[in-house]
C-alpha cells in the first residue's frame, strides 16, 4: 500500500534553531505539495513541485523558509531561523499531476512545536 | 477561486445516511467539485470529485445541482469512522495545482 511518509512525525525545536521536515512521495507521483495546518488558519497551501521544478511557493514566508526536492524520493521544508508563530503541523502531499488523475495523497505531518 | 460555503458541524446517527451541502455559487463552468475529509490527527484524504454528472464510488456519492452552484455528499451508512471534518473544494479546470480548504464541515457520529 503505496504512502507518502513524512519525517519526523513530532518536532520541538527552540525559537531561532533550524527545522527540516523531510517528504517522500509515493514512486511515481510527479508532484509534491507542502501544507500547513494551524487552528487559527486552518489548511494553507505553501509551496508545491511538478517534477522536481518549483511551480508556486507563493504561500511560503520567503525570509525563513525554504523547499527543495534533492531527488525525485526526497522534499524537504527548513525553516530557518524557526519562531512560535511556526508551530503548526506540515503536511507533503503528492500526486500524478494530472488532470484527469489528480487526487493528492496526504502523509501523516510533521507536528512542530517552537518554544 | 471559486468561494464555498458548509455548515460548521453535523451529527448523525451511526448506520443512517448523512447528506452534507456546499454552497459554490460562484463556480465557473470548469471547475470541478472535489471533496476531501480529514479523520483525527490525519492528513486529508480524497473522497470524491465531479464536473456535472453525479458520481459514485467505493466510501460516497455526489450529487450536483443542475445549475452547479451546489453540491453534497453523501454517505450511505455513516460509521463511527466516518466522523470528520469533510472540506467541499472547486478546482479550476480540474488542474492539479495546490488545494485551497475552507473550514470544512465538521461531522459528528453518535453511536
Known amino acids: 500500500d503505496a504512502r507518502v511518509t513524512q519525517t519526523p512525525r513530532d518536532k520541538v525545536t527552540e525559537m531561532g534553531q533550524e527545522v527540516t521536515m523531510r517528504c517522500q512521495p509515493i514512486?511515481?507521483?510527479?508532484?509534491v505539495f507542502w501544507y500547513r495546518q494551524t487552528m487559527m488558519q486552518g489548511l494553507e497551501l505553501l509551496a508545491y513541485?511538478?517534477?522536481?521544478?518549483?511551480?508556486?511557493d507563493s504561500g511560503m514566508p520567503k525570509d525563513r523558509f525554504s523547499a527543495e526536492m534533492p531527488d525525485a524520493t526526497l522534499a524537504t521544508l527548513k525553516i530557518q531561523p524557526s519562531e512560535p508563530r511556526d508551530s503548526a503541523v506540515y503536511f507533503c502531499?503528492?500526486?500524478?499531476?494530472?488532470?484527469?488523475?489528480?487526487?493528492?495523497?496526504f502523509g501523516p505531518g510533521t507536528r512542530l512545536t517552537v518554544l | 477561486d471559486a468561494k464555498t460555503t458548509q455548515p460548521n458541524s453535523m451529527e448523525s446517527n451511526e448506520e443512517e445516511p448523512v447528506h452534507l451541502p456546499c454552497n459554490h455559487s460562484t463556480i465557473s463552468g470548469t471547475d470541478y467539485i472535489h471533496w476531501y475529509r480529514q479523520l483525527p490527527s490525519q492528513g486529508p484524504e480524497y473522497v470524491i470529485h465531479g464536473l456535472t454528472s453525479n458520481v459514485n464510488n467505493r466510501m460516497a456519492s455526489l450529487a450536483i445541482a443542475e445549475d452547479r452552484k451546489s453540491s453534497t455528499l453523501i454517505l450511505h451508512r455513516a460509521t463511527l469512522r466516518d466522523a470528520a471534518v469533510y472540506y467541499c473544494?472547486?478546482?479550476?479546470?480540474?488542474?492539479?495545482?495546490?488545494?485551497?480548504f475552507g473550514k470544512g464541515t465538521h461531522l459528528i457520529i453518535q453511536p
Open positions: 473544494i472547486p478546482i479550476p479546470g480540474g488542474g492539479a495545482d495546490g488545494l485551497t
Open positions: 513541485f511538478r517534477n522536481r521544478a518549483p511551480l508556486d
Open positions: 502531499a503528492s500526486g500524478l499531476g494530472n488532470r484527469d488523475y489528480n487526487e493528492q495523497f
Open positions: 514512486l511515481g507521483h510527479n508532484t
